[in-house]
């Protein structure tokens, strides 16, 4: 069965430092790895995802996961942290091969970027 | 902003209340879904409709009723609920295609902005 874990519930960063919001998974052959971004009162933003090819993926506003097979991992990072990107990040895992519905997502992480 | 809207953006209802939420995506998509985001909980697949498949979470009571009457309008009817099905409720839409190197379906889910909903 396919899994993921987003192992930290909250991550405090102060702007300008580099962040990252851990992500691993489990399922079974190669798999489709995405991160959304949700703020306040609002929905879900997709933020980059990994089919194949490169392990560093680059998304929306600055952020990038690197795909590593061996740790069963996608973190989420970014080189410097803004205010603006306090917000609830959300990893979720889909095994190739399945359905629209198999889609699993992570229990979210909180990051609060301080002045 | 994401091509998805959904409405209304908020709603309180009674428990003896019928109500609809709905969701319409502009992005030619062919896959829809429901979900419900509760505080403290994962976020919960309710239903998916898509060209593959229409799937229904065994788990969601029947006071929930889908409704798809295209591939861009989907609708979410409310009756009878509990203050416990308070809670955000989340539209996506994907476009499912096959993977011409054989790697089955793929797509990505793009979100509605949610519709709060409130129970008393």
């Known amino acids: 069965a396919q899994s993921v874990a987003q192992p930290e519930d909250q991550v405090n960063v102060a702007e300008g430092n580099p962040l990252t919001v851990k992500c691993t998974y489990s399922?079974?052959?190669?798999?489709?790895l995405f991160w959304y971004v949700q703020y306040p009162n609002r929905g879900l933003q997709f933020l980059l995802k990994?089919?194949?090819?490169?392990?560093l993926v680059k998304g929306s506003y600055g952020f990038e996961a690197e795909f590593n097979k061996s740790q069963t991992s996608f973190h989420l990072k970014k080189p410097s942290a803004l205010v603006s990107d306090s917000a609830l990040y959300f990893c979720a895992v889909r095994a190739p091969y399945s359905s629209a519905s198999k889609i699993i997502f992570g229990s979210g992480t909180r990051l609060s970027i301080r002045p | 902003e994401t091509g998805v809207t959904q409405t209304p953006r908020h709603l309180v209802m009674g428990m003896t209340n019928k109500k609809s939420l709905k969701c319409e995506q502009h992005l030619g998509h062919n896959a829809m879904y429901w979900y419900k985001q509760s505080a403290k909980k994962p976020l919960e697949l309710m239903f998916v409709?898509?060209?593959?498949?229409?799937?229904e979470n065994n788990s969601v009571p029947s006071r929930f009723s889908p409704e798809c009457p295209n591939s861009s309008h989907l609708f979410l009817h409310l009756h009878t609920l509990q203050p416990e099905d308070s809670a955000l409720y989340l539209c996506?839409?994907?476009?499912?295609?096959?993977?011409?190197?054989?790697?089955?379906?793929?797509?990505?889910?793009?979100f509605g902005p949610g519709t709060r909903l409130l129970v008393l």
């Open positions: 990994y089919i194949t090819g490169d392990n």
């Open positions: 409709y898509s060209l593959e498949e229409r799937v």
């Open positions: 996506a839409s994907s476009q499912e295609y096959r993977d011409p190197e054989g790697l089955g379906l793929k797509g990505t889910q793009y």
């Open positions: 399922v079974s052959g190669n798999p489709y």
